[in-house]
């Protein structure tokens, strides 16, 4: 039976811009970093193609493979406008957009306007029965659906009762990376046992708040 994978198109990008910037050091007082746009397609594809080796990918059964990359303004920034402004300071790694376009020219690709590669990733993963969604961001084990995390080369399914566990605990916690706050004092084991003790409901989130 044929697989459709969906690739977190944004970490891929991220991940292989700066493994491939080098720094050089011309004398005491200068330094400089630059990338080299083959080495940046090298550290793409390596990814790509350790994915496809683990998750057996064969495009002659019809394996299909597709990246998802992020609209560039999202719905997020509109509801809550410090949505990850803390990595407004944070450079951008050498050469992500030209990156980005070459891998939108070799590989089938997705994305949707005012939403991240997570949110369609999320709606295909928990809405395509047998897809497999492959991302790092750990945000997936809310989402029903076949995750595979490659940065733990772990493949699990997540069912409905854990994530909805999880999109609770995650609520009450916050996601301080992402620039909003859960209930002050409550951290993920704090949540946890809440969750235990007071039901894992949505109103045990409205009374925690």
Known sequence: MSKKIY?????????????????????????????????????????VECINEILMVDETEG????????????????????????????????????????????????????????DVLGIIGSGEPG??????????????CIWYNFLKDELRTVTLEEADRQHLV???AGDATDGYFGVPRTGLKTAEKLLDKEGAEWQTVVNAY
């Open 131 to 144: 897809s497999i969604i492959v991302s790092g961001d750990k945000d997936f084990a809310t989402v029903p």
């Open 170 to 172: 995650q609520t009450l």
């Open 7 to 47: 690739i977190d198109g944004d970490m891929l990008l991220y991940r292989a811009a700066f493994s491939a910037e080098k720094e050089i050091k011309w004398d005491d007082d200068i330094f400089t970093v630059h990338s080299d746009f083959s080495d940046l397609k090298d550290c793409f594809i390596m990814v």
């Open 63 to 118: 394996d299909k493979v597709t990246m998802v990359f992020s609209d560039r303004y999202t719905f997020r920034h509109e509801i809550n406008p410090l949505y990850k402004a803390h990595r407004r300071e944070k450079r951008t790694p050498l050469g992500l957009g030209a990156l980005r376009d070459w891998a939108c020219d070799t590989w089938d690709t997705q994305h949707e306007q005012r939403l991240e590669a997570d």
